[in-house]
């Protein structure tokens, strides 16, 4: 089975400047867990997701430390307290979006979408084609109701 069989076609999209509050309001009001965010020629440049909005509430991550002399020594790098904060303080799509997207084509297979979705913490997945338009969206839910479906035509031809 193939990602064009389960994907959503009609897929609801944002603007880069469109403000962090209209994008919870239209997940809420579309039971959906992310949007991709477009650029003016329909690319998508970034995407917002459940995640994203939920890490805006969420206490910033700091960089562990120890002190050692009169030298302070760090032992990770600061880049997860910048996305952090940078989460923290969005106000627009573009602020707040996951950058680069992970993308994938029609004609790619399930079991490589499921692999992509459970490794790389993907959720939902833009669907773009070869002129890499968006031409759907694939999120847990449609592998979900793709297994329900399966499980249902099990028991039906089993009757």
């Not at 089975?1 to 809420?28: G, L, N, S, W």
């Not at 297979?109 to 490794?119: C, F, G, S």
Request: cysteine-free; hydrophobic content about 45%.
């Amino acid at each position: 089975m193939q990602v064009k069989e389960i994907m959503t076609v009609d897929v609801i999209t944002v603007q880069p400047d469109t403000p962090v509050t209209d994008v919870a309001r239209i997940f809420r009001e579309h039971a959906i867990s992310g949007v991709p965010v477009v650029d003016d020629r329909g690319a998508v440049v970034g995407i917002v997701t459940e995640v994203d909005l939920i890490a805006r509430h969420a206490r910033p991550h700091f960089p562990s430390y120890f002190q050692f002399l009169d030298s302070i020594i760090y032992l990770e790098g600061p880049k997860r307290y910048r996305e952090s904060l940078r989460r923290i303080l969005a106000t627009t799509a573009a602020e707040l979006m996951t950058t680069p997207v992970r993308t994938v084509g029609p004609e790619m297979d399930i079991q490589d979408l499921a692999a992509l979705m459970v490794e790389q913490r993907a959720n939902p997945v833009p669907v773009i084609d070869d002129a890499e338009r968006l031409v759907g969206i694939v999120s847990h839910t449609d592998l979900l109701r793709m297994i329900e479906d399966a499980r249902a035509s099990e028991e039906t031809g089993e009757s």
